[in-house]
């Protein structure tokens, strides 16, 4: 499919609208929420609106802007990020509030079930994840200074090594399995360095990080608060196990929700051998990266 007529000027600029917030608090987190928390309150809660911003790019190039979807985007981030102030006012020690849980489960809806993709034109609700993810970062990351989440992608060896040694463990049990149930196809091709290494980058920015810091970062990290180390694994691998409900299939497809609550395990070890979203994001871009090249 050819998909180049979406590169236009509007989109690039409302790419790089959403993804300067992503990647300056992965790399400059510290910097930013010292900045942040030095605005007065008013001017914290306030903008984290500007993520309606390039909805309104993208939206009003393509014709079908929609007051509605706009004031979507730009309320739910202000909301967010008032909820957050909240709960951390009252919650010194980060055990978490209803406040964090009830967000994490709006945020994760809105993206499995993906409630607002008919804002935009067809082939780039991938705007939609970027700008939900932006949220949750201004909000836990700047607003609630959630402590450990790991968010720091400026990668150290430890972090491959761990990322890796999970790897090592899951693949075996992911190719026992998955290639017995029929879910994993063996092909033998090779696709060349090129090909597999823009994999793994794509899959690491896009798809492995935002699900780590989710999962990982924000939800395991809170429950082991509550709940302990272990139970909070478990519990966080069910979980992303069930957002794989609906992947590759028009009903449930309990098939990839194993596999994927299975991974979810080893995600959550290597996260939590140092509190770090870049050693998990580490198995999981190289899970999705085997996956895509040669078990699909």
């Known amino acids: 499919m050819d998909l180049t007529h979406l590169i236009t000027p509007a989109n690039v600029i409302a790419a790089c609208l959403a993804l300067v917030p992503f990647l300056a608090v992965a790399f400059f987190s510290e910097r930013l929420a010292g900045s942040a928390r030095a605005l007065p309150v008013w001017a ?40 957050l102030w909240q709960v951390a006012q009252s919650d010194a020690e980060q055990r978490g509030g209803w406040q964090d849980f009830l967000i994490l489960a709006v945020l994760g809806l809105a993206v499995d079930l993906r409630w607002f993709e008919g ?55 992911a190719l026992g399995l998955g290639l017995s149930l029929g879910f994993l196809h063996l092909h ?73 609550a299975l991974a979810g395990i080893f995600y959550g070890r ?6 770090r979203v870049g050693a998990s994001a580490v198995t999981h871009a190289s899970v999705d990266a085997l996956w895509s090249l040669w078990l699909k």
């Open 119 to 173: 804002a935009w034109p067809a082939h780039l609700a991938i705007f939609n994840k970027v700008l939900l993810l932006d949220t949750g970062i201004y909000g836990f990351v700047l607003v609630r200074n959630l402590g450990g989440t790991g968010f720091d992608l400026r990668l150290r060896w430890r972090d491959a090594a761990f990322g890796l040694r999970e790897l090592v463990f899951y693949v075996p049990i």
């Open 188 to 260: 033998v091709a090779w696709p060349g360095l090129g090909a597999i290494g823009f994999a793994w980058i794509f899959t690491f920015f896009f798809i492995a990080v935002p699900e780590e810091l989710f999962f990982r970062g924000w939800l395991q990290n809170l429950l082991e608060r509550r709940m302990g180390r272990l139970p909070a694994l478990l519990l966080t691998s069910v979980l992303f196990g069930l957002a794989h409900f609906n992947k590759r299939a028009v009903h449930f497809n309990w098939r990839y929700v194993l596999l994927a």
């Open 270 to 275: 290597a996260w939590r051998q140092e509190r």
């Open 44 to 83: 914290q809660l306030a903008c984290p609106a500007l993520v309606s911003v390039p909805y309104l790019v993208v939206a009003c190039a393509a014709g079908n802007f929609r007051w509605g979807w706009f004031a979507l985007y730009a309320a739910l981030p202000v909301t967010i990020a008032f909820l």
